[in-house]
Structures are given as structure tokens and as C-alpha cells.
């Protein structure tokens, strides 16, 4: 256990279902991050929010909507994805997104998506 | 464009030594991690350098030389549960996070 719990941990869904993926972190952390990691590929970040505030959004299609309610819980809502869009979704926290120190990052153990 | 370049994947015997490399073209540097990440788990932090020279930490050192853009993951005594895959990142001067796209380690008996 990392202190930060992902929900589901398997997922399959067809292309024209809704779907949500949530996150949860019990670290007292800022920030919280979404990225996709798909096999043999650097990690995509995807979005980011610090206090509870969207502060990045890398060009994610809009298929892909975050959600975060408070400093603790978030949540990305999938809607009409594609194929391409099967990945593992991973969820991250750190204490603080930017200045100096080491602002390690604390990630969930994934969800993995498959999109039929 | 922002690089990060390390093996797809090494493999090693129980009980020696390995070392990962990763070398970086970056815009900026503000410090380089190592994360591991077992099979259907979380990537977890190793370790963090920001300046130059080895930082050791039980089995597990790191290297980073910033005018050579490179650094390294030195693994001692292999045992079987360091099968894993080894993520390289660098911080840049926006304090991005740029990945590799990791280093699969397997450790045979």
C-alpha cells in the first residue's frame, strides 16, 4: 500500500460507454496527477491539479474529463474513448507540484483499461 | 525536443552487480529520479540527484553527471524480487517531469 488507492484496478468498456476511474490519496498531499503509461513508452501526463485546481492539461483529448472535489479524491470520467486509448491509468500525489526539493511522487497501482 | 534515453531491457544474475544507465537532453535541469515499478504495481521512488556524484542507499546507487547528461542506477547483490522495471525521470528548468521509458531488469538464479 502506497497510501494512494485506485479504483477499478481492471476495466473494460466498449467505445461508446461512460466510465470513471477514481483516485484517493491518505497522504495530507497538494497535488494530484493523472498519467497514462502504455507499454514501452515514457509515462504521459495528463493532468494535474494543486488544491484542488486544475493547474495542467497536456492536450488530452476531450474524452478524458478530470474531476477533483477536494484535495484528496480524484477522479477521471471516460466517455466515447477508442481503442488506442487501452493503457494503464496511473494516479500520483506529491506534496508540492513545483519550487525545489525533491517533490516525489507517490503513485496509485494503476487501472488498467481496455477499450473494445 | 526533450530526450530521456535508457535500455529497453537488461538482464543480470542473482547475487551481482548491474548498472542502468539513462542519459537526458532536456531543457533545463532542476534534478534526475529513479522510480521502480514491479509488474501490475506502483512505480516507487529510489532516488533523487541533483547534484553531482553517487548517492548510495543500501544496495541501491545512483550517479548523475549534469555536463555529461547522465546518470545511472547501480543495483549490488541481486536477489530475485529486483525484477522490475527501472523509470528514469528528469525535472526540467519548468520543473516538468520528463520520463524515460523505463528499463525491464530481469534477474535470473
Known amino acids: 500500500e502506497t497510501g494512494v488507492t485506485q479504483t477499478p484496478r481492471h476495466l473494460v468498456m466498449g467505445m461508446t460507454n461512460k466510465k470513471s476511474l477514481k483516485c484517493e490519496q491518505h497522504?495530507?498531499?497538494?497535488?494530484m496527477y493523472w498519467y497514462k503509461q502504455s507499454a514501452k513508452k515514457p509515462l504521459e501526463l495528463m493532468f494535474v491539479y494543486n488544491f484542488k485546481e486544475q493547474t495542467e492539461n497536456n492536450s488530452v483529448p476531450s474524452r478524458f474529463s478530470p474531476e477533483c472535489p477536494n484535495s484528496s479524491h480524484l477522479f477521471l470520467h471516460l466517455h466515447t474513448l477508442q481503442p488506442e486509448d487501452s493503457a494503464l491509468y496511473l494516479c500520483?500525489?506529491?506534496?508540492?507540484?513545483?519550487?525545489?526539493?525533491?517533490?516525489?511522487?507517490?503513485f496509485g497501482a494503476g487501472s488498467r483499461l481496455t477499450v473494445l | 525536443g526533450q530526450n530521456i534515453d535508457q535500455p529497453t531491457e537488461m538482464t543480470a544474475t542473482e547475487g551481482a552487480i548491474v548498472q542502468i544507465n539513462c542519459t537526458y537532453q532536456t531543457s533545463g535541469f532542476n534534478g534526475l529520479f529513479w522510480y521502480q515499478q514491479h509488474a501490475g504495481e506502483a512505480p516507487t521512488f529510489l532516488s533523487y540527484n541533483v547534484l553531482d556524484g553517487l548517492e548510495e542507499k543500501g544496495r541501491f546507487s545512483s550517479f548523475l553527471s549534469r555536463s555529461k547528461g547522465y546518470s545511472y542506477l547501480l543495483l549490488k547483490e541481486l536477489q530475485m524480487k529486483d525484477s522490475a522495471s527501472y523509470l528514469c525521470a528528469v525535472r526540467d528548468s519548468n520543473y516538468q517531469l520528463i520520463w524515460g521509458a523505463g528499463t525491464k531488469l530481469i534477474i535470473k538464479p
Open positions: 497522504l495530507g498531499h497538494n497535488a
Open positions: 500520483a500525489s506529491s506534496q508540492d507540484p513545483g519550487g525545489d526539493g525533491a517533490n516525489v511522487l507517490t
